[in-house]
């Protein structure tokens, strides 16, 4: 099956940095990598996605980015607020949805 | 429209056990499915189901049963729990045509905390 890999585990920025995240895949025929934030003692929650034909999307502070030939893609966080501070999953999709094992992003103000 | 709804959102249980997490959704969903999150593991996929009528495995399948009798439910059953189960538990549904699946994305229920003793 699938097999996705998510670094860093952890990410610590101060407010109003950058933050980027990176997932790779193994399943050249997934196609569809959705990104999602999970706060404390919630459910994961959508931020954004991206579909494999596709190479970059953007939704304000955020984009994705998707290099299918390398079968890796990106979190980009622009202007961090204390508010972006949770966890953060990665996920490729072929027949079922795999994750990654997330990253905890700290944003100090 | 109440989404994807998970009972109970806490279970203690004692080694060997039996249980069924309840997971039920009102959003027409063909595609259903069961992850156990653990500490610095992620979202880990145990079953999941293309339809009513069909399932399959996941990544970690071993001491779950499911089935597929409706649109609407997907139940998770625990035959003999143990330690190793304890886990936060969530059911994620998505659209899908049938005996494919679409890029769609999942939408979680609010999860249940099992504790195995």
């Known amino acids: 099956g699938e097999n996705v890999e998510q670094h860093p585990s952890t990410l610590s920025v101060q407010e109003g940095d950058s933050a980027v995240i990176k997932c790779t895949y193994s399943d050249s025929a997934s196609n569809y990598f959705p990104w999602y934030k999970q706060e404390l003692g919630k459910r994961p929650q959508l931020i954004i996605d991206i579909r494999s034909n596709v190479g970059e999307k953007k939704d304000q502070r955020i984009a994705v980015t998707l290099n299918k030939t390398a079968k890796h893609f990106s979190l980009h966080i622009t202007e961090t607020q204390p508010e972006d501070s949770a966890v953060y999953f990665c996920?490729?999709?072929?027949?079922?949805?795999?994750f990654g094992a997330g990253t905890r992003l700290t944003v100090k103000p | 429209n109440a989404g994807v709804t998970q009972t109970p959102k806490f279970q203690v249980l004692k080694t060997g056990q039996s249980m069924t997490l309840q997971c039920a959704q009102d959003m027409n969903h063909e595609y259903m499915s069961w992850y156990r999150q653990d500490p610095g593991m992620g979202l880990r996929l145990i079953h999941y189901s293309v339809g009513a009528g069909i399932t399959d495995q996941g990544e970690v399948p071993n001491g779950y049963n499911v089935s597929r009798s409706t649109t609407e439910d997907f139940p998770l059953r625990l035959l003999s729990a143990a330690p190793s189960q304890t886990s936060v538990y969530f059911c994620a549904s998505s659209y899908s045509n049938w005996g494919t699946v679409l890029n769609s994305p999942l939408h979680f229920g609010n999860g249940t905390r099992l504790t195995v003793t």
């Open positions: 996920a490729a999709k072929k027949s079922d949805m795999r």
